[in-house]
């Protein structure tokens, strides 16, 4: 059974960038979509950008500008930088394994989150 | 506001049938995507609980069901349990200029009377 673990700090400063990473383990990174989706407290949840493992990325418009995706097959972990950061920001950071195909795509695996709190 | 609408909370007695819906447009649900359907229980990760607008994964009873129809979806719970109550969200695609992308409603929170 595929799990997922999000790493990271848990507090990051304004203007500074949020750099979380993903671990992934019971199973291969290869030949999968890999997402970002986040929920501030109390509120929905909004997907962020996958990645691929050939790398090839997709963001979601509105975070498009300061989001970076990457990924280390040789670790089977991909990661997250989101630049700028501002209170808005703070959110639980979940990380997921998209099954892609047909006219959509949806996640079976989640990680359990990790909370980012964005404060000076 | 989210791309996908979803009524902000439900209710229903044990035993009872609820549903909630997942409104769309052309550019989303109407477009073709299809819908899928997480469960969160408070202070945990959701959970899938229904995908390509109609199936279940191993493990989800099936007092859950889903359609779809044009621009909306929606997510029907028979035999209403205590266990339910909890956070229902909806996901598809959207069509934007960078090409189609996930988006979420804004969930509705069910409450077990």
């Known amino acids: 059974q595929v799990q997922l673990q999000e790493s990271g700090p848990g507090l990051v400063k304004p203007s500074e960038t949020l750099s979380l990473t993903c671990t992934v383990s019971?199973?291969?990174?290869?030949?999968?979509?890999w997402s970002w989706i986040r929920q501030p407290a109390g509120k929905g949840l909004e997907w962020i950008g996958r990645i691929y493992t050939s790398g090839t990325t997709n963001y979601n418009p509105s975070l498009k500008s300061r989001v970076t995706m990457s990924v280390d097959t040789s670790k089977n972990q991909f990661s997250l930088k989101l630049s700028s950061v501002t209170a808005a920001d703070t959110a639980v950071y979940y990380c997921a394994r998209g099954v892609y195909g047909g006219n959509s795509e949806y996640f079976q695996h989640w990680g359990q989150g990790t909370l980012v709190t964005v404060s000076s | 506001q989210s791309v996908l609408t979803q009524p902000p909370s439900v209710s229903g007695a044990p035993g009872q049938r609820v549903t909630i819906s997942c409104t769309g447009s052309?550019?989303?649900?109407?477009?073709?995507?299809?819908v899928h359907w997480y469960q969160q229980l408070p202070g945990t990760a959701p959970k899938l609980l229904i995908y390509y607008n109609s199936n279940r994964p191993s493990g989800v009873p099936d007092r859950f069901s889903g359609s779809k129809s044009g621009t909306s979806a929606s997510l029907a719970i028979t035999g209403l349990q205590a266990e339910d109550e909890a956070d229902y969200y909806c996901q598809s695609y959207d069509i934007s200029l960078s090409g189609p992308h996930v988006v979420f409603g804004g969930g509705t929170k069910l409450t077990v009377l």
């Open positions: 019971g199973g291969s990174i290869s030949s999968y979509y």
């Open positions: 052309s550019s989303n649900i109407g477009a073709g995507y299809d």
